[in-house]
C-alpha cells in the first residue's frame, strides 16, 4: 500500500470500507490504541460519502474463533417482526458505485446548505480545564468540501446530509474501535449503532422486544424515565432488591423461579434493564463478581440484559475519608482501563448483552448521541426502527464529535480526557461526603460512598419520626422536600425513582447529585438539607 503523503494527513490513508492490504504486516493488539491505529493504516483507504451504508463489521479485528451470538427470534415482538428495509435507505448502497449518476434518491444538493463552515475550540490533549481550554486550546475549523480538499475524513457536506440508521460511518468507526478496546465482545458477531440519546434507545428496545402486558425487571430504585418510557407501551417495571453493590442476584433468580402467570397477570419476564455503575439514583456500582452472578442468573433464565452505562467512565478513586490524602490515578491508559469494573458485555458469550453507552455524562447530554453494542441481529432490527423513526443523530453533533475525538484527540487523548474527568467527578464526590460527614446528624442519615456516577443517595432513619406508623412513608417524605425546598435546597425524594409505584414504601431516601453545583454550594445545600431534615423530625443535637 502507498504510505501517506507527507503533504497529506494520514487520515486519507486510513480507515477501512474496502481495500485490504495485502502485505503481510504483524499488526500490534486490537485492543490498544496503537492496534487501532494500524489496523486502520493496513486497511487501506475510507469510504465515507453522503448516506453512505456501513457496518461495525468493516472497523472491529475480526475473530473467527470467537462462537457466534444465540438467535432471539422467539424474543422479538410482533412489531419488531413486521418491520422490513427501508427501500429508500437501501438503495444508498450504489451511491459508491464509481460513474454513478443518482437521480433516485431524495438527497439535496450541499449546495443549498446555507454553512460554509463551523469553528469550534476544544482541549489540548492533557490541558482539559476551562482555564486552560481558553489559553492553550485549538481552535477546529469544519468546512463543507474538506474531504474533496483532503483536510478531513467527514465533512459539512456529508454530515449534514441524510444519513443511515446506523449512523455515520466516520463515527461508527470510533466507537466501534472504542468498545473494542474497552470491552472486546467475547462473541464474534456484534456490532455497534449510533442512536440519539439512551431514552429513544430505550423506547426502540422496548418495542422490539416487549408486548403489552409484559414486564421489565430492574432495581427496585431505577432511572424514572426508564419506567416512564415504557409505562406508554403498556410495559410495566418489577423491582429487585438492591445493597451497597446493587442488583441482589438471588433475589432475581427467585422471582423468576416463583413466577405465577396467572397471579402476576402476565408472561415470565425476560429482560433486565439496569445500571451497573453508579446506578441513578442510588449510585452503588456492581463489582465484577457481582456481574458475573446476574449474568449466571440471566443464562439460567434467558435474560436479555439492557446494560445502560453512561456512568460508566465516571469510575472513582476509592472514598479515603476527609482527612486522609487522595488515592493516586492511574500513570497509564492500561491502569486506567483495568481498573474498570469488567462490563457485562466484557462477559457476554451468548450475545445476551444490549449496551447502551452515551456521550452524555463525558461530553455533552445536548449532543444527543450515544450508541447501543448487540449482536448483528439485534442491531438489524434497531436499524430498522431507526430508518423509519429517529433516522439518525444530527448532523452538527456527529461531525463535531468525529473531528474532536477522532481527528483531534484520537482514542490515546480521549482515554486521557477520560482519567481527567475521573479526578473530577472524585473531587465532587469527596466534597459532599465531607459535607454529609460534618452536618448530617448520623443517627438520622446514613448512605455508603459512591464509587462512580454522580449522585449521592441518603439513606433517613424515618422509624424514628416522631409520627413513624401513623403516617405514611411518602408522606414524611414529602414534608421533607417541602422543608428542604423552603430552605432553598432541591433534593429528589426517593419515592419517585421506584420500578414499582404502587407499591408502598417502607424506607425512605433521598438523593443528591454532585454533579453540577460548585464545591461551596454544595456544601451549603449539605447544610441546608440537614437544618431541614432535623425540623421535620423535630431532632436535637442532644438526642
Known amino acids: 500500500m502507498t504510505p501517506p503523503s507527507k503533504d497529506l494527513p494520514s487520515y486519507q490513508d486510513v480507515g477501512v470500507h474496502a481495500v485490504t492490504g495485502t502485505s503481510a504486516v504483524e499488526l500490534p493488539s486490537a485492543l490498544t490504541c496503537t492496534g487501532v491505529s494500524a489496523r486502520r493504516l493496513k486497511n487501506g483507504a475510507f469510504n465515507g460519502g453522503v448516506a453512505a451504508a456501513t457496518s461495525s463489521e468493516f472497523f472491529k479485528s475480526k475473530s473467527l474463533w470467537k462462537p457466534l451470538a444465540k438467535k432471539w427470534d422467539h424474543r422479538l415482538s410482533e412489531e419488531s417482526k413486521a418491520r422490513k428495509a427501508s427501500s429508500l435507505k437501501g438503495a444508498a448502497k450504489y451511491l459508491a458505485t464509481p460513474g454513478l449518476i443518482s437521480l433516485g434518491g431524495g438527497l439535496p444538493s450541499s449546495d443549498y446548505f446555507p454553512f460554509e463552515h463551523i469553528e469550534i475550540r476544544v482541549p489540548t490533549v492533557g490541558q482539559f480545564s476551562e482555564a486552560e481550554t481558553k489559553l492553550t486550546g485549538q481552535n477546529i475549523k469544519i468546512g463543507k468540501h474538506d474531504v474533496p480538499e483532503g483536510k478531513s475524513a467527514f465533512d459539512l457536506a456529508i454530515s449534514l446530509n441524510y444519513g443511515q440508521g446506523t449512523g455515520s460511518a466516520q463515527l461508527l468507526r470510533f466507537v466501534t474501535e472504542h468498545t473494542e478496546i474497552v470491552h472486546n465482545p467475547p462473541y464474534q458477531d456484534w456490532q455497534c449503532i449510533i442512536d440519539v440519546g439512551s431514552t429513544s434507545g430505550l423506547d426502540m428496545l422496548y418495542r422490539i ?14 432511572f424514572a424515565t426508564a419506567v416512564e418510557t415504557a409505562a406508554p407501551l403498556g410495559v410495566k417495571f418489577l423491582g429487585v432488591k438492591i445493597d451497597s453493590e446493587g442488583l441482589i442476584p438471588e433475589d432475581l433468580d427467585q422471582l423468576l423461579v416463583n413466577w405465577d402467570e396467572k397471579a402476576r397477570g402476565g408472561r415470565k419476564p425476560f429482560v433486565l434493564y439496569t445500571v451497573p455503575s453508579g446506578q441513578n439514583p442510588t449510585g452503588s456500582t456492581q463489582g ?10 440471566a443464562q439460567k ?9 453512561p456512568y460508566y467512565f465516571l469510575q472513582m478513586q476509592p472514598y479515603t475519608g476527609p482527612n486522609a ?35 452524555s455524562k463525558v461530553i455533552s447530554p445536548g449532543a444527543r448521541i450515544g450508541w447501543i453494542t ?15 423513526s429517529t433516522q439518525n443523530p444530527a448532523g452538527f453533533s456527529q461531525v463535531i464529535l468525529h473531528r474532536l475525538l477522532d481527528e483531534h484527540w484520537g482514542h490515546t487523548g480521549y482515554l486521557d480526557w477520560l482519567i481527567f474527568i475521573r479526578k473530577e467527578y472524585t473531587q465532587r464526590r469527596d466534597i459532599i461526603l465531607q459535607a454529609c460527614e460534618k452536618y448530617l446528624p448520623k443517627e438520622l442519615a446514613s448512605w455508603t460512598p459512591p464509587a462512580a456516577g454522580m449522585f449521592h443517595w441518603i439513606k433517613i432513619a424515618v422509624e424514628k419520626h416522631p409520627d413513624f406508623g401513623k403516617r405514611k412513608v411518602v408522606e414524611i417524605e414529602d414534608d421533607v422536600f417541602q422543608a428542604s425546598v423552603k430552605e432553598c435546597v432541591l433534593m429528589s425524594p ?46 436535637e443535637e442532644s438526642n
Open 209 to 222: 422486544f416487549c408486548e403489552r402486558g409484559d414486564h421489565v425487571i430492574s432495581e427496585e430504585y431505577t
Open 288 to 297: 465484577k463478581v457481582r456481574r458475573e452472578e446476574i449474568y449466571k442468573v
Open 301 to 309: 433464565h434467558d435474560l436479555l440484559i439492557i446494560e445502560d452505562e
Open 325 to 359: 490524602p487522595p488515592a493516586p490515578l492511574p500513570a497509564t491508559h492500561d491502569e486506567f482501563l483495568n481498573s474498570l469494573v469488567p462490563s457485562l458485555l466484557k462477559m457476554d458469550v451468548d450475545g445476551r448483552v444490549i449496551r447502551m453507552d452515551s456521550f
Open 374 to 388: 448487540a449482536s448483528s441481529q439485534i442491531c438489524e432490527r434497531f436499524v430498522r426502527h431507526c430508518e423509519v
Open 494 to 539: 426517593g419515592s419517585w425513582f421506584a420500578a414499582e409505584k404502587e407499591v408502598e414504601h417502607t424506607q425512605l431516601f433521598f438523593r443528591a447529585t454532585f454533579a453540577a453545583a460548585a464545591g461551596s454550594d454544595m456544601t451549603e445545600a449539605i447544610r441546608r438539607f440537614s437544618i431541614a431534615l432535623k425540623k421535620v423530625f423535630k431532632w
